[in-house]
Nanobody, 124 residues
Framework: QAELVASGGGFVQAGGSLRLSCLASGPTFSSYTMGWFLHAPGQARESVAAISWAGAGTYYAASVKGRSTISRDNAKNTVYLQMNSLKPEDTAIYYC?????????????????WGQGTQITVSS
């Protein structure tokens, strides 16, 4: 069982940057594949990025590729999402998630544990 606590969201102007963090409890964090998802009002949950247990494999949604970086520090049980050049359409609640499988996947149903979400609001 993993508990995930996401933080780092906030209010930012278009073009700004934010770094989201997700702290996981439990001794098996280093074995989890980790992902970030967003949920905007009236829309379905979307994958943003994912990273393998060792950090060697990553996935990025087309909407954030080139301006976001997912990383992890297994010694700190933390996964990060650095988001740059933020746009108003990035406004959403961002969730981190963990899955016990090794494959990096963008499918939210493949993830076993979810954090509580952190809000990003980008003004134009």
């Amino acid at each position: 069982q993993a508990e995930l606590v996401a933080s780092g969201g906030g209010f930012v102007q278009a073009g700004g940057s934010l770094r989201l963090s997700c702290l996981a409890s439990g001794p098996t964090f280093s074995s989890y594949t980790m992902g970030w998802f967003l949920h905007a009002p009236g829309q379905a949950r979307e994958s943003v990025a994912a990273i393998s247990w060792a950090g060697a494999g990553t996935y990025y949604a087309a909407s954030v590729k080139g301006r976001s970086t997912i990383s992890r520090d297994n010694a700190k049980n933390t996964v990060y999402l650095q988001m740059n050049s933020l746009k108003p359409e990035d406004t959403a609640i961002y969730y981190c998630a963990a899955r016990t499988g090794a494959r990096v996947t963008s499918t939210h149903s493949h993830y076993d544990y979810w954090g509580q979400g952190t809000q990003i609001t980008v003004s134009s």
